[in-house]
């Protein structure tokens, strides 16, 4: 009896583990879970959507500033005019200017005196009339005369003068400023009445107004993101309307503070809702990274 009882409780002792084992499959799944979380943190998006900015390119921005400090006595466009290249833009006066005339004038006046000795000193020297040391004392005032003259030429020339146009009775306190292109008066940073230094702006010269996009992204896509890539983008507020453009330029540095790439892109078409400094919702393409599958 009792080794018979022995029998029938081994058997269900089996009986039970056997069952255990069929109803507890979680260790044998384990790894496959595994292996997809793997495959989808891997996953990344094929587009992404980020805000950007129509801005002016830097190419079409032209800064005016004086070559040389002064009063400036005046503007001569309000704020919006269009100019053509060559036109004055503003007046400047400062009394040195009447000073670096007199020394070009003084100048010019050596030049043409030592030039006219070296000459009569030449002819001497074929008379055998002068001696050598005379001959080369005027070959050097003649060389330091039109350094001088020539130094003086430029630096007027500079400043705004025409020195081929100077004599003593057209001498003057001012200068001009001329639009070195054509384009439009963005913006007016000093007004008359005031003292300017040099290389201070005056003006903001605005080529043309046809604005880019400029947008940031996560450093994490620079590998995905190239010049030619075409985006979509379209204002807050009134996605019904969307506007295409190209990537254009990738800039090669990432913000170290934000971790952000900027870049810009040229809409493919104008529009006269492009206007600068206004803010758009862009929709981006992402090219797959180099060595992906």
Same mark, same amino acid.
């Given at each position: 009896?009792?080794?018979?009882?022995?029998?029938?409780?081994?058997?269900?002792?089996?009986?039970?583990?056997? +069952?255990?084992?069929?109803?507890?499959?979680?260790?044998?799944?384990?790894? +496959?879970?595994?292996?997809?979380?793997?495959?989808?943190?891997?996953?990344?998006?094929?587009?992404?959507?980020?805000?950007?900015?129509?801005?002016?390119?830097?190419?079409?921005?032209?800064?005016?500033?004086? *070559?040389?400090?002064?009063?400036?006595?005046?503007?001569?466009?309000?704020?919006?005019?269009?100019?053509?290249?060559?036109?004055?833009?503003?007046?400047?006066?400062?009394?040195?200017?009447?000073?670096?005339?007199?020394?070009?004038?003084?100048?010019?006046?050596?030049?043409?005196?030592?030039?006219?000795? %070296?000459?009569?000193?030449?002819?001497?020297?074929?008379?055998?009339?002068?001696?050598?040391?005379?001959?080369?004392?005027?070959?050097?005032?003649?060389?330091?005369?039109?350094?001088?003259?020539?130094?003086?030429?430029?630096?007027?020339?500079?400043?705004?003068?025409?020195?081929?146009?100077?004599?003593?009775?057209? %001498?003057?306190?001012?200068?001009?400023?001329?639009?070195?292109?054509? +384009?439009?008066?963005?913006?007016?940073?000093?007004?008359?009445?005031?003292?300017?230094?040099?290389g201070e702006t005056i %003006?903001?010269?605005?080529?043309?107004?046809?604005?880019?996009?400029?947008?940031?992204?996560?450093?994490?896509?620079?590998?995905?993101?190239?010049? +030619?890539?075409?985006?979509?983008f379209f204002f807050p507020?009134?996605?019904?309307?969307?506007?295409?453009?190209?990537?254009?330029?990738?800039?090669?540095?990432?913000? *170290?503070?934000?971790?952000?790439?900027?870049?810009?892109?040229?809409?493919?078409?104008?529009?006269?809702?492009?206007?600068?400094?206004?803010?758009?919702?862009?929709?981006?393409?992402?090219?797959? *990274?180099?060595?992906?599958?």
């Amino acid at each position: 009896m009792p080794i018979r009882l022995f029998k029938v409780s081994v058997i269900v002792f089996l009986f039970i583990c056997a +069952g255990c084992h069929r109803k507890n499959p979680e260790i044998h799944s384990a790894a +496959g879970y595994e292996k997809d979380s793997t495959q989808l943190e891997s996953v990344r998006p094929s587009f992404i959507t980020c805000l950007g900015t129509l801005v002016i390119p830097s190419a079409d921005i032209v800064l005016i500033t004086p *070559p040389s400090q002064g009063l400036l006595k005046a503007i001569s466009f309000p704020s919006g005019s269009y100019v053509k290249k060559g036109q004055v833009l503003a007046t400047i006066e400062n009394i040195e200017f009447l000073k670096m005339q007199q020394e070009y004038l003084e100048a010019k006046s050596d030049f043409f005196y030592y030039g006219e000795d %070296l000459k009569r000193q030449g002819g001497l020297a074929i008379e055998n009339a002068t001696s050598v040391k005379k001959m080369q004392q005027a070959q050097r005032d003649y060389q330091t005369s039109e350094i001088r003259f020539r130094s003086m030429e430029k630096q007027l020339a500079f400043i705004g003068f025409n020195p081929d146009s100077l004599d003593a009775d057209h %001498l003057s306190s001012h200068i001009v400023i001329r639009a070195p292109v054509s +384009g439009y008066i963005d913006d007016i940073a000093v007004h008359a009445g005031n003292h300017i230094a040099v290389g201070e702006t005056i %003006l903001i010269l605005v080529r043309k107004y046809d604005p880019v996009v400029q947008f940031e992204l996560p450093e994490a896509y620079y590998a995905q993101l190239k010049t +030619g890539n075409q985006l979509d983008f379209f204002f807050p507020g009134d996605s019904l309307v969307v506007y295409t453009a190209r990537v254009t330029f990738i800039n090669k540095q990432s913000d *170290p503070g934000k971790h952000l790439i900027k870049a810009w892109a040229a809409p493919v078409k104008s529009a006269s809702r492009l206007i600068p400094g206004v803010q758009v919702s862009l929709r981006l393409p992402l090219s797959a *990274p180099a060595g992906s599958n």
